[in-house]
C-alpha cells in the first residue's frame, strides 16, 4: 500500500486545511500535483490512494487527470523537455528548436529515448512569448531564449541529473534569462 | 493628467517582490486606508476610476464586486485568474514576478470592499516558480498580520492560498476555472447563475485577472478620479499590453488607453524586426481578429476603437507579423492550439475547432481547394452562439478574419499546391 512520505504528509494536511471542511474535493489538483512529484507520474495505484485520501471515486481522479496535459499518466523519461510552438513561438523558431532538440535526442515529438532519460513533448504557449525559443523542463524551470549552444548545453547539464532533483539550471537562470 | 505608470511603477525597482522594499515604496498604505473605509465607499472609488477587467472581457471591475449579494448567508469568495494562457499573453507573469505585492494588497481591498473572508489565487500549473514565489510574498503578508484572522489589527478575517492549476488553456474561463478549483475537471458551466451568486462552492463569488486586481490599490492611493483622468473617453486609466512575434524589443509595456500603435511600435517596441516590413498585428491575445498592417497603423489602442475595426482588445497579448510570415501556416498554428484546448463538451466546439485545424492543414500542405474556404466558413457558422462558452467563437473569429483579409495567399496555396513561404519543418503541433 502507497503512502506519502511524512514530508509530504504535512504539506497534504496543510493543504486541505486551505478549503472548507465541507468541500475537500477541492485539494484534489494539489494533491495530484504531491503525489506525482512524490513518485514521479500518477500510476493507476498511485490515482486509488489519491482517490481514497480525498474521498472521491477513482474514475473521478482518473477523468480528472487525463484532463489536464501537466498530469502524467504515463511513464514518462527522467526529465520532461516541452518546447512552446503555439502561435508567437512559431513565429520565432519554437518548431525550429523542437525539431532540432529532437534530432539530438535521436526522437521524435511525444517521445521518450530508448535510455529513459528524455519525454519530449510540443506544448501550447507557456506565457513566455517574449523570450521565444523556449521551453519547460520537468513540470517546472522555463529555459528561455534558446539557440543550438543552450541546448546542447542542457542536454548535458540533464544527462547527469537523475529525475526528482529539483531542477536548478545552474547554468540558465544566468544573466540574460528572466530572473525571479 | 499626463500618462504615469500604475501597474508596473514598481518593475524596475529591484527586489520589489520584497516586503520591506515595497512598503518602502508605499506598499500596503493603500490597504490602511481602505480597512479604515466604508466598504461601499470602495466600490464607488472603483467605479470612479473606470478600471474595467484586464481578463479579456473588460467589465467594469466596481459594476462586478456590486452584484455580491450583500444578505447572503454563505461565504463570499474572491478568485484571482492568474491562467493566463491566451498564446501570446504574458503580463500576469510578469507581475506577479516583480511586484507579487500589489496582488496581495489589491486581494485585501478587494476582499475588504465586498466582505470576502477568503480568497484563492488560481495560477496556471506551468507557473511553478511564480507560484512558489507569490507563495513566499504571501508568507511575508501573514507574518506581517496583513493576511489572517486580524488584518492590520482591525479584527477582519482574510485569508489567501494560491491553488495551482494542471495544463489546460479553458481553465481561463471564469466558471472552468472554478469548476476545476473545485477539483473537477474544467468544464464552463452554463450560465445564468452566474458567479456572483452561484460561484465557487456555489458561493457569491468574484473572480478577477490579476492585472485588475493590482491595479486597486493605486486607485485607492491615488483616487479614482486619478486614474480615470488617463486614457480616452471610454476608456480610463493604462494597461499592460505584452508583445511579441516580430519585433526588436518584446516585453511587457504599461501604455495609457489610447496610445496610437504606430507610436508604441517605434517608440517602445524598435520597430519591426530584421528591418522588415510590418505585414499584420493580432491586437490582443491569439483569440482577436487580425490586423493588417495598415489597419493596425491608423489604430488607437483602446477597446473601443480596436472594436470599430472588427477586432478585440482582449488580453493586451499583442503579436507583430513581418512579411515573412505565412498566413495560412499560422492560421495552422492557432487553430490547432483551440482544437487542443477545447474541453470537448459542446459538439459544435469538439468537431468544428478539430475540423477547422484539419481542413487548414490540408492547405498548408497544397491539398486544399477553394471548397475548402466555403466550409471552414460555414463550419464557423454552425458554432458560433452555439456551444456553452466562448472558445469556440476564439476560434472561429481569427480563422474568419485571416481568410477575409489574406484570401490571396490561401489562394496562392491552391495554385502553388502547397505553402509558397514553406520554411517550417515540423508540423504544427506535432506530438502535443
Ligand atoms: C476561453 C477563455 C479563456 C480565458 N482565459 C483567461 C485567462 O487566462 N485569464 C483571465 O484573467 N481571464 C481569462 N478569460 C476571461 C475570464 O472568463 C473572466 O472574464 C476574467 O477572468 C474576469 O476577470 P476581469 O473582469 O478582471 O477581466 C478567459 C475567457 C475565455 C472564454
Ligand atoms: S465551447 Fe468548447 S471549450 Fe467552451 S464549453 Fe463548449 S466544448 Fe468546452
Ligand atoms: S507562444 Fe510560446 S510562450 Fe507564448
Redesign the interface.
Known amino acids: 500500500m502507497l503512502a506519502f512520505s511524512e514530508k509530504t504528509e504535512a504539506q497534504f494536511q496543510e493543504l486541505v486545511a ?1 478549503y ?1 471542511e465541507d ?1 475537500r ?6 494533491t ?2 504531491l503525489a506525482q512529484e512524490e513518485w514521479g507520474w500518477l500510476s493507476p495505484e498511485t490515482m486509488r490512494y489519491v482517490a481514497q485520501r ?1 474521498g ?1 471515486t477513482p474514475a ?1 481522479v482518473l ?2 487527470a487525463t ?5 502524467l499518466t504515463e511513464k514518462p523519461g527522467e526529465h520532461l523537455l516541452e518546447v512552446c ?4 513561438c ?3 523558431g519554437g ?2 528548436t ?2 532540432s532538440l529532437c534530432d539530438k535526442l535521436g526522437i ?4 521518450t529515448t530508448p535510455d529513459g532519460k528524455f519525454t ?13 525559443p523556449m521551453m ?1 523542463v520537468d ?4 529555459v528561455e531564449n534558446l539557440n543550438e549552444e543552450k541546448l546542447v548545453a542542457l542536454i548535458s547539464e540533464l544527462s547527469d541529473k537523475p529525475w526528482g532533483t529539483r531542477t536548478k539550471l545552474a547554468s540558465f537562470t544566468a544573466a540574460g534569462d ?1 530572473r ?1 | 493628467m499626463a500618462f504615469q505608470k500604475v501597474v508596473s511603477r514598481h518593475f524596475d525597482v529591484p527586489n520589489a517582490h520584497d516586503i520591506a522594499v515595497y512598503e518602502s515604496l508605499g506598499g500596503y498604505q493603500a490597504a490602511r486606508k481602505a480597512l479604515a473605509m466604508e466598504p461601499g465607499a470602495i466600490i464607488e472609488e472603483v467605479k470612479t476610476s473606470g478600471l474595467r477587467g484586464r481578463g479579456g472581457a473588460g467589465f467594469p471591475a466596481g459594476m462586478k464586486w456590486s452584484f455580491i449579494p450583500k444578505d447572503s448567508p454563505k461565504p463570499k469568495y474572491l478568485v484571482v485568474n492568474s491562467d493566463e494562457s491566451e498564446p501570446g499573453t504574458f503580463k500576469d507573469r510578469k507581475l506577479i514576478e516583480c511586484d507579487p505585492h500589489s496582488l496581495i494588497e489589491g486581494v485585501i481591498i478587494s476582499c475588504f470592499a465586498f466582505g470576502s473572508h477568503q480568497a484563492y489565487i488560481y495560477i496556471r500549473g506551468e507557473f511553478n516558480q511564480q507560484r512558489i514565489h507569490l507563495n513566499d510574498a504571501i508568507q511575508q503578508a501573514y507574518d506581517k498580520g496583513y493576511l489572517g484572522d486580524n488584518v492590520f489589527g482591525t479584527g477582519y478575517t482574510i485569508h489567501l492560498s494560491t491553488h495551482r492549476g494542471a495544463g489546460a488553456y479553458i481553465c481561463g474561463e471564469e466558471t472552468a476555472l472554478l469548476e476545476s478549483l473545485e477539483g473537477k475537471k474544467g468544464q464552463p458551466r452554463l450560465k445564468p447563475p452566474f458567479p456572483a451568486t452561484h460561484g465557487l462552492f456555489q458561493s457569491p463569488t468574484v473572480v478577477n485577472n490579476v492585472e485588475t486586481i493590482a491595479t486597486v490599490p493605486w486607485i485607492i492611493a491615488n483616487g479614482g478620479a486619478a486614474y480615470a483622468a488617463m486614457g480616452t473617453e471610454k476608456a480610463k486609466g493604462t494597461r499592460l499590453m505584452s508583445v511579441s512575434g516580430h519585433i526588436n524589443k518584446p516585453g511587457v509595456y504599461e501604455i495609457e488607453m489610447g496610445m496610437p500603435f504606430k507610436d508604441f511600435l517605434a517608440e517602445n517596441l524598435g520597430g519591426v524586426w530584421k528591418g522588415r516590413t510590418l505585414k499584420a498585428v493580432i491586437p490582443g491575445g491569439s483569440s482577436c481578429p487580425i490586423l493588417t498592417a495598415e489597419e493596425a497603423m491608423n489604430l488607437t489602442l483602446d477597446p473601443e476603437a480596436i472594436a470599430a475595426i472588427g477586432s478585440m482588445a482582449g488580453s493586451g497579448g499583442m503579436m507583430v507579423i513581418d512579411d515573412q510570415t505565412c498566413m495560412v501556416d499560422l492560421l495552422e498554428d492557432l487553430t490547432h492550439f483551440y482544437a487542443h484546448e477545447s474541453c470537448g463538451q459542446c459538439t459544435p466546439c469538439r468537431e468544428g475547432t478539430d475540423w477547422l485545424y484539419k481542413i487548414i492543414r490540408r492547405i498548408e500542405s497544397g491539398r486544399g481547394t477553394a471548397q475548402d474556404l466555403d466550409d471552414i466558413l460555414d463550419i464557423a457558422d454552425n458554432m458560433e452562439g452555439k456551444t456553452i462558452c466562448a472558445l469556440a467563437a476564439a476560434a472561429t473569429m481569427p480563422t474568419r478574419s485571416y481568410i477575409k483579409k489574406f484570401r490571396d495567399e490561401f489562394v496562392a496555396h491552391f495554385e502553388h499546391r502547397g505553402c509558397p513561404y514553406k520554411q517550417a519543418k515540423v508540423p504544427a503541433g506535432a506530438g502535443a
Request: one cysteine or more.
Open positions: 486551505r472548507p468541500q474535493q477541492a485539494a484534489l489538483l494539489p495530484l500535483w480525498i472521491v473521478h477523468g480528472v484532463f489536464y496535459t501537466m498530469f510552438t503555439s502561435v508567437s512559431c513565429m520565432t518548431r525550429e523542437l525539431r521524435e515529438p511525444g517521445q519530449v513533448r510540443a506544448a501550447e504557449c507557456l506565457g513566455s512569448c517574449d523570450t521565444s519547460q513540470n517546472d524551470a522555463y528572466r525571479l
